[in-house]
C-alpha cells in the first residue's frame, strides 16, 4: 500500500487541486505489530509447565467417563441426594451429567490450552481475491447457457416452450391438492357448536337432546343442585355425560364419551357462580346476566375469547374472571364484558335453569361460538 | 495362456503397463494404510490441503456462531436419541410407570412416553434436558451472533445472501424450538397449543380451515402430536442441517471477514490456520460447549412436565409462560388491545391476534433480511466489504440496532407482565399501558441516545489521536504552570482509532436531468438522498495526519515535545511502504 499523495503531476481537468503540503491524506495502515512471545516459547520450564496442565485436563476427562460409567451401574433412577444449594435430585441424574460433563469438558479445555500455550501463535496472512468471476468466465457461462438454448432449439420451436412452461407450472399441483385437501376435515359449523347443542354424533357435530342436560362438577360429574350453591361459590361445569357419572341411572351418562372427551371439554367448560343479585350491575348487560341465570347463579364459558386459554382466576369481591395467558379481565357483573386486556369479546353465557328436582341444567345452548375468534363466525 | 520370459512377482506390472514413476518422498510414504486407500480412490487430499491451510481470524465474538453450531449438532444428537423411546402418539393410556402424584392418570402415550424418559430410562432425564438446554444455547448463540454481525457491518457485500439464510435459520430455530417444546403434551405445552390453534382460527377468512387442517378437526385432536412430530424430527432438522451447510460453505469461500486493525486490509485475512490451531482451539471448542450443556443438565432442571400433569383443556394455568424466546410474540399479544378485532357483514377479523400471532415474526424476519439492501440503497456502497466496522463508527446502523433491541425487548419484558406486576407490587393495567407506550417510545429514544453515545465515543477516539494519552506525570513549566504530560500513541494504536472511511452522504443530482426537466425518478431520488443526509448526518470523520500535525503545532504544543512532531509524522507516512 501507498499514500496516494506521491503522484507528482497533477490533472488540471479534475478541478481545484488542494495542496497537501506534503502530508499524506490519510494515515496508512502500519503492518502488522510485531510479534511478542509467550512464556512457553522462551523458557523450556514454561513449556514443561503447559504440557503437564494440558495432560492434567485430559486426565480429568479421563476420570469424568470413569464417573460416568460407575454411576451408571451404581444408581438406580429412583435414588435421591440432597445436594446443598440444589434441593433434592436425582443421584443418577446429577452423576451422570458431572461424569459426562467433565468428560467432555477435559477434551476442550485441554485443547484450547494446548493451543493457546504451545501451538504456533504468529499470525498467517492470507490474500483475498474478488468473489467475482472474471469477465471472460461471465462472457463464456453466458454463451453455454445462450448455446443450449440454441441446440436444444428452445427459442425456436415456440409450441414447445409454451407447454414445457405449462407443464412446469403445474406439475406440483397433485402434491399441493393431496396435502391441502386431505390435511384434515372441513370446519362446517362445527366450532359454533359445543357439547351444550347435544351429543356428539362422532363426526364433530351434534345429534339433539331430548331433554336439556343438566349441569355436572368436573371432574366428580356430579349435578349441582341450586339450592347448594352458595354466595361466593364457582364451580368448574360441564354438561353431563361428557364423563363417566359412576351414580347415573342412564348408561350413556354413567360410561361417559368414550372418543374426543379433550375435544368436548375444550368446547364446553363452563365456570358456575352465584353473586348476590343486587351486584349485578344496572345495565343492559347486567340485566341480561341475570335473566339467563337463576337467582344470582350464572354460567359463562371457561374459553377465553382471546385464543382460547381457559380462564382461570375468579376474583371474589370483584367478581372479575382473568385469563393466565394474557390477562384479559372480565366483569362477571356486567355478562363478563372486557375491562382489559387484549380479548374483544365477552365470554359467552350459557342460559341455565332448573329441573324438577331442583338440579341445574342448560335451557339452552351457547348463542355463539365459543372461544377464539373466526372469520365467519359472525 | 502364455506368459511372459521373465518372471515377475504378483504385484508387478502387467506387460504394457507404465512403469510406476519415481519412488514416493518420505512424505507421501506416510500417507499409508486406510487414509492412502481413499485418496488413491477419490484423491481428497488435495482439497484436504487447501481446507487445512485455511486462514482464520480470531476474536471472542467469533465464537457466537460456533456455539450455535455445536448446540445444533448437541440437539441433533440427543434428539436421535430421544427418538428411541419417545411415543409420538396422542392415543390414551393410563400412566403406571414409577412417578408416584401421576400413577392412574390418564393421559396421551406421548406424555407417559416423556415421563418414562425422565423417570424410568436410565440417563433418559439427562439426554432430555441436555436437549432443551442444548435448544435454548442454540437460539441464544444464534442471536448473539446475528447481533455481533449485525453490529459489525457483515451482512454487507459479499455476504447479503448469507445473512439472509441466518435470517432463515433463526426463524425456523423458533419454529423448531417451539414444536419440540409441544412434544411432550403436558399441561404447558397443550396450553401453548391451544393458542397456537386460536392463531390460526385468527387468520382472514381461511382461519377455521387453517385449524381444521393443521389439527385433523377440533382441537386437540389426535392427528397434532404425530405431525408436529414429524416436523420436529425430520422436515425442519432437513432444513435447518441444510441451510446451515450453506451458510458455513459460503463462509469458507468468502472467507471469513475480520476487525480492523494493524496489519488487517481489505484484502488479506490475518489469523490462524486450521492445521493445528483452529482445529484444536474449535474442535476443542465443540467439547467444552457439550461438557457444558451435559453439566448445567445435570445441575439446573428444566421443563419439568411431570409438575403439572397431562394436558386438559380446563384446569388453571396461572404463570403459563411459553420457552423465552417466544416471550416477544406472547408480549406482542399481550399488549394489542381488544379494539383490533372488527365484526361487519357476519365476518370477523381478529387483527388483535392476527398481527401478534401471524404478522409479526414474518414482517420482523422480513424487515431483518431486507436491511443489508436498504442500507446500500441509502449509502450507494456498492464495494465488498470484508473488513468489519467498529460499531461507533457507523452511528446511524448501531442506533438502528439498538432500537430494534429497545422493541425486542418491550415485547419481551411484556411477555411477564403478570410476573412483573406481582414481583413490582404494580397493577398489571399500569404496566401493560406503560408497555404500549414504550413499544414505539423506547425504540426512539434508544436511536437517539445510541447516535449520541456512538458520536462522542468516536470524538473521544479522536481527541485521543491528536492529544494522546494522559501519562499521569505532572510537569511544572517555567512559568509556573503545571500540565499534565500527554503522550502520543504509537502508530498501531492509533490505527486502530484512524483506520477507518471517513463518510458522506449520497450526492444525488437535484431531481433534474441535464435539460432542467423533471425526471421520473426524481421523487424516489429525493427521498433517497434526504435518507442520505440523515443516515449520515453529524458524521465524525477520522483523524488526518495533517490534523495531527496541526494539532501538535497548536496550543497543546508542550503536549508534543515528548514525542516530537516531525519523528512522529515520519512514522505516520513512512510505515504505509511496507
Ligand atoms: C435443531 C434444533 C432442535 C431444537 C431447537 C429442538 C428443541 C426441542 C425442545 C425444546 C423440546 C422439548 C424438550 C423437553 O421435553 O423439555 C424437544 C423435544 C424433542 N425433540 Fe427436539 N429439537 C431440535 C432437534 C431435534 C431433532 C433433530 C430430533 C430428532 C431427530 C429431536 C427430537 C425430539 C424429541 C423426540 C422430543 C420429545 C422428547 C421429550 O419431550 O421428552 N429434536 N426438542
Ligand atoms: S387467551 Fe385469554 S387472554 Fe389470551
Keep these: 500500500m501507498s499514500t496516494e499523495h506521491s503522484t507528482d503531476t497533477v490533472r488540471l481537468d479534475e478541478g481545484h487541486h488542494v495542496g497537501d503540503g506534503g502530508i499524506p491524506a490519510q494515515f496508512a495502515n502500519p503492518g502488522l505489530p510485531p510479534h511478542v512471545h509467550r512464556m512457553a516459547d522462551e523458557s523450556e520450564a514454561a513449556a514443561k509447565r503447559a504440557e503437564r496442565q494440558v495432560a492434567g485436563l485430559f486426565t480429568l476427562s479421563i476420570l469424568g467417563t470413569v464417573l460416568f460409567l460407575i454411576a451408571y451401574f451404581a444408581f438406580d433412577t429412583a435414588h435421591r441426594t440432597w445436594v446443598p444449594g440444589i434441593g433434592t435430585v436425582s443421584t443418577s441424574n446429577l452423576l451422570l451429567g458431572v461424569g459426562m460433563g467433565l468428560g467432555l469438558l477435559g477434551i476442550g479445555l485441554g485443547a484450547v490450552h494446548w493451543a493457546k500455550t504451545l501451538m504456533p501463535d504468529e499470525e498467517v496472512v492470507e490474500e483475498r481475491h474478488a468473489m467475482r468471476s472474471s469477465d471472460a468466465a461471465r462472457g463464456e457461462f453466458v454463451e453455454i447457457m445462450r448455446g443450449g438454448g440454441e441446440k436444444s432449439q428452445l427459442f425456436r420451436r415456440p409450441l414447445i416452450k409454451a407447454t414445457l412452461g405449462g407443464a412446469l407450472g403445474l406439475f406440483s399441483l397433485p402434491l399441493l391438492v393431496q396435502l391441502v385437501g386431505s390435511l384434515g376435515p372441513l370446519p362446517k359449523n362445527h366450532l359454533s357448536l359445543t357439547m351444550w347443542n347435544g351429543t356428539p354424533d362422532g363426526e364433530g357435530g351434534y345429534t339433539a337432546y331430548t331433554a336439556r342436560p343438566r349441569l355436572v362438577t368436573d371432574p366428580e360429574s356430579l349435578p349441582i343442585k341450586a339450592s347448594d350453591v352458595t354466595i361466593g361459590s364457582v364451580y368448574h361445569v360441564l354438561p353431563e355425560g361428557l364423563l363417566p357419572s359412576p351414580e347415573a341411572e342412564d348408561e350413556h351418562l354413567r360410561e361417559g364419551l368414550h372418543h374426543g372427551f379433550l375435544e368436548e371439554k375444550g368446547k364446553a367448560a363452563v365456570l358456575l357462580m352465584r353473586l348476590d343479585p343486587k351486584d349485578f350491575q344496572d345495565t343492559p348487560g347486567g340485566k341480561k346476566a341475570q335473566e339467563w341465570g337463576y337467582q344470582g347463579i350464572v354460567a359463562y364459558s371457561k374459553i377465553c375469547t382471546h385464543v382460547g386459554c381457559p380462564v382461570g382466576l375468579y376474583e371474589r369481591t370483584t367478581h372479575h374472571l382473568l385469563c393466565p395467558c394474557h390477562q384479559s379481565t372480565f366483569d362477571v357483573t356486567d355478562d363478563c364484558r372486557v375491562i382489559f386486556g387484549p380479548a374483544k369479546r365477552p365470554l359467552p353465557q350459557l342460559k341455565i335453569a332448573v329441573d324438577d328436582e331442583g338440579y341445574l341444567i342448560a335451557a339452552e345452548p351457547f348463542h355463539e361460538a365459543v372461544g377464539p375468534s373466526f372469520w365467519e363466525r359472525g | 495362456m502364455s506368459t511372459t520370459a521373465n518372471d515377475r512377482p504378483a504385484m508387478g506390472l502387467r506387460t504394457g503397463d507404465a512403469p510406476v514413476s519415481a519412488p514416493p518422498s518420505a512424505g507421501a510414504k506416510k500417507l499409508g494404510g486406510a487414509v492412502g486407500w481413499v485418496d488413491d480412490r477419490l484423491g481428497p487430499a488435495k482439497g484436504v490441503n487447501y481446507l487445512m491451510k485455511k486462514v482464520f481470524p480470531d476474536h471472542w465474538s467469533f465464537m457466537l456462531g460456533e456455539i450455535a453450531m455445536y448446540s445444533m449438532i448437541i440437539c441433533l444428537l440427543t434428539g436421535v436419541f430421544l427418538t428411541f423411546w419417545f411415543v409420538p402418539s396422542a392415543g390414551h393410556t393410563v400412566y403406571d410407570g414409577s412417578y408416584v402424584p401421576l400413577q392412574g392418570v390418564g393421559m396421551s402415550e ?23 438446554w442444548a435448544a435454548l444455547m442454540f437460539i441464544v448463540a444464534l442471536s448473539a451472533h446475528m447481533l455481533r454481525v449485525f453490529f459489525t457491518g457483515a451482512f454487507r457485500k459479499p455476504r447479503e445472501l448469507n445473512w439472509i439464510i441466518g435470517c432463515l435459520l433463526s426463524m425456523l430455530a423458533l419454529v423448531e424450538g417451539f414444536a419440540g417444546y409441544s412434544l411432550p403434551d403436558d399441561l404447558l405445552s397443550g396450553t401453548g397449543l391451544r393458542a397456537a390453534e386460536g392463531f390460526m382460527q385468527s387468520a382472514p377468512v381461511i382461519g377455521s380451515y387453517l385449524a381444521y387442517a393443521v389439527f385433523d378437526g377440533p382441537f386437540p385432536g389426535e392427528a397434532i402430536i404425530p405431525r408436529l412430530y414429524s416436523v420436529h424430527v425430520l422436515l425442519l432438522p432437513a432444513i435447518l442441517v441444510g441451510l446451515f451447510t450453506a451458510h458455513i460453505v459460503m463462509v469458507a469461500v468468502q472467507k471469513h471477514t475480520q476487525y480492523p486493525g494493524p496489519g488487517r486490509t ?34 439446573v432442571q428444566i421443563n419439568a412436565i411431570w409438575v403439572y400433569g397431562p394436558y386438559d383443556p380446563s384446569p388453571v394455568t396461572a404463570g403459563s409462560q411459553p420457552d423465552w424466546y417466544m416471550l416477544w410474540a406472547d408480549g406482542a399479544l399481550r399488549l394489542l388491545p381488544g379494539w383490533l378485532e372488527f365484526s361487519a357483514f357476519g365476518y370477523t377479523l381478529s387483527l388483535n391476534v392476527a398481527i401478534g400471532a401471524l404478522g409479526l415474526i414474518p414482517v420482523v424476519y422480513g424487515a431483518m433480511a431486507a436491511y443489508p439492501f436498504l442500507e446500500a440503497w441509502v449509502t450507494g456502497d456498492k464495494r465488498e466489504h470484508h473488513l468489519l466496522d467498529r460499531p461507533r463508527n457507523q452511528p446511524t446502523r448501531t442506533a438502528i440496532g439498538v432500537a430494534a433491541i429497545a422493541f425486542y425487548l418491550v415485547l419481551a419484558l411484556a411477555g411477564s407482565n403478570d410476573i412483573l406486576a406481582i414481583k413490582l407490587h404494580m ?6 399501558y406503560f408497555f404500549r407506550a414504550a413499544t414505539f417510545l423506547l425504540p426512539i429514544v434508544a436511536f437517539w441516545a445510541t447516535r449520541r453515545i456512538c458520536l462522542s465515543l468516536q470524538r473521544a477516539d479522536r481527541n485521543l489521536v491528536l492529544h494522546g494519552r494522559e501519562s499521569g506525570r505532572i510537569v511544572q513549566t517555567a512559568e509556573g504552570r503545571f500540565f499534565e504530560v500527554h503522550e502520543p500513541l504509537d502508530e498501531y494504536t492509533r490505527w486502530k482509532l484512524v483506520g477507518f472511511e471517513g463518510q458522506e452522504p449520497l450526492q444525488l443530482t437535484a431531481g433534474t436531468d441535464a435539460h432542467g426537466v423533471a425526471s421520473p425518478a426524481a421523487g424516489k431520488d429525493k427521498l433517497r438522498a434526504r435518507l442520505s443526509r440523515l443516515y449520515f448526518q453529524d458524521t465524525v470523520q477520522p483523524v488526518t495526519p495533517a490534523e495531527l500535525e496541526a494539532a501538535h503545532h497548536d496550543g497543546h504544543a508542550h503536549e508534543a515535545i515528548e514525542g516530537g512532531s516531525a519523528a512522529e509524522l515520519e512514522a505516520g507516512s513512512s510505515s504505509g511502504h511496507h
Design chain 2, 110 to 132: 406421548a406424555y407417559a412416553s416423556a415421563l418414562n424418559i425422565s423417570f424410568d430410562i436410565k440417563g433418559g432425564l439427562l439426554i432430555r434436558q441436555m436437549h432443551h
Design chain 2, 266 to 299: 481489505n484484502n488479506n485475512v490475518v489469523g490462524f490456520p486450521v492445521m493445528p490451531v483452529y482445529a484444536a482451539k474449535a474442535g476443542g471448542f465443540f467439547f467444552i460447549v457439550f461438557g457444558f450443556i451435559a453439566l448445567i443438565s445435570a445441575i
Design chain 2, 427 to 432: 397493577s398489571i393495567n399500569d404496566i401493560t
